[in-house]
Structure formats: structure tokens, C-alpha cells
């Protein structure tokens, strides 16, 4: 009987801990505490049906409030902090993105697809690993970039990624990005030649990677440089 009795206190207490990780990360994937962090892996089939009426993808990926980090200190007896970390994997996004979230929450894509404009509006940080992009929208409609970030975003990376032209269509295939701070780490960033590269950041962290654009314009306070080119037409790459 005693056995039965811890095991449904363990039931309930399993209960109780899933019911606060979906609370906080809109049951939009299946959630595990990982040491400090709160890793929601998100259920592709989610976005596709919560966009399908729509004609964008709308992602708001809120952390963690004050009232619900200590609900869950309580529960686990933790005394840290945690960070909330969705990890987005294998889907491709067939419209365009509209991206944000709060601070203390990490947003990872991996080894996705992008055929439309990705906008992130605001947030802590925002990580592509492995990720392939497309646009196959004509020069004349889609305007000159991209993949946009805003200066209210803190931190973006590219990780093994090549933000390149996969198709063979005149496209747009730009990028502006004016960010805190943005880590480049064994990719490419080539927008064609129908495109730009737009770059105006705090810290600028590139390792083993290539930046490659007719029309380029990099300004950074500080760089970390480490094995790392810049191939352009005319001297754009520059200290504020």
C-alpha cells in the first residue's frame, strides 16, 4: 500500500510539473526542465494549423514570468533562475515569418526551411543552425531583403548555416540585420546579386566564416574576428 501511495504522489507531482511547463509555453510542444533551463521542443503540426487561415506565420515566444518561475522553484525546490529555450526543428515555412519573444528566452531553428521573409521584431536570442533559405518572389515585389532583424532583438546566430541563393530564380535573397549582437560560426552569408547585405551592430563575433555580397555594408563597435573574410566591391566593413 505504501508503494501505491508514493506512486501517486509521483503521479501527481509529474502532473502538476507538466501542467506548469505547458502553462508557460502556450502547449505549443513538449516540455523538460534541463538544469536551468525550461527546452520546449515545438510541435511543428501546432504552427502549421495555428497559420493555416492566416498569411504569415505569427510566432510570440514568451519566458517565463515572475509569478510562474517561483511556482515552479516551489515545486522543483530550486533556487535558480531558469531560461525558456524553444527548439523549432525540420519544418519548412511556406510563409512568411513574423518572429518575437520575450527576454531570458532562446529561439533555435534547426536544419529548417525558410521559402518566405523572415522578420523578427524584438527579443533576447535567436539561433539558425543548419537551415536552408529560398525566395522565390520576383526583385520588383519583394523589395531588397530578406531576412530582417530589428535593433530592439539582442542576439542572432548562424551556425553551420549558408544564407545563399538555393534556387535558381532572380530573387531578393537580401538580409539587414541591426541587432546587439550577431555570431557568425562556420557559414556563409552571400545574398545575390540582386540583393543586399546590411549589417549595424554592437559586437560582431565571426569564426570561420564567409561574408559575400556585391552590395555590402557592415558597421560594428567591436569584432572578434577569428578566420573569417569579407568579399565585397568597395570598402564597407567598418568601425563605428
Do not use: W
Not at 200 to 229: G, P, Q, R, T
Amino acid at each position: 500500500m505504501t508503494g501505491n501511495l508514493g506512486q501517486y504522489f509521483k503521479h501527481i507531482f509529474l502532473v502538476r510539473k507538466i501542467g506548469i511547463l505547458n502553462k508557460i509555453t502556450n502547449n505549443i510542444g513538449s516540455c523538460e526542465i534541463v538544469n536551468d533551463k525550461v527546452i520546449c521542443k515545438v510541435n511543428n503540426d501546432i504552427l502549421i494549423e495555428g497559420a493555416r487561415q492566416l498569411p504569415n506565420y505569427y510566432l510570440n515566444l514568451f519566458g517565463i514570468e515572475d509569478d510562474l518561475k517561483e511556482e515552479i522553484k516551489k515545486l522543483l525546490g530550486y533556487t535558480r533562475n531558469f531560461k525558456i529555450v524553444y527548439i523549432i526543428k525540420d519544418m519548412i515555412f511556406e510563409k512568411p515569418l513574423y518572429l518575437s519573444s520575450s527576454n531570458n528566452t532562446q529561439i533555435k531553428f534547426i536544419n529548417c526551411r525558410f521559402n518566405k521573409e523572415i522578420d523578427i521584431l524584438y527579443g533576447d536570442e535567436f539561433i539558425f543552425e543548419d537551415c536552408k533559405y529560398y525566395d522565390f518572389e520576383p526583385v520588383y515585389f519583394n523589395g531588397e531583403t530578406y531576412f530582417n532583424v530589428s535593433e530592439s532583438v539582442n542576439n542572432v546566430t548562424f551556425i553551420n548555416d549558408n544564407f545563399k541563393n538555393e534556387s535558381d530564380a532572380l530573387n531578393t535573397l537580401g538580409m539587414s540585420i541591426s541587432c546587439k549582437e550577431l555570431k557568425v560560426s562556420n557559414s556563409t552569408l552571400k545574398p545575390n546579386n540582386y540583393a543586399s547585405l546590411y549589417v549595424d551592430v554592437d559586437v560582431l563575433n565571426v569564426n570561420h566564416a564567409k561574408f559575400i555580397c556585391k552590395d555590402m555594408s557592415i558597421n560594428y563597435k567591436v569584432i572578434n574576428n577569428v578566420a573569417s573574410e569579407f568579399i565585397y566591391e568597395d570598402e564597407k566593413v567598418k568601425r563605428k
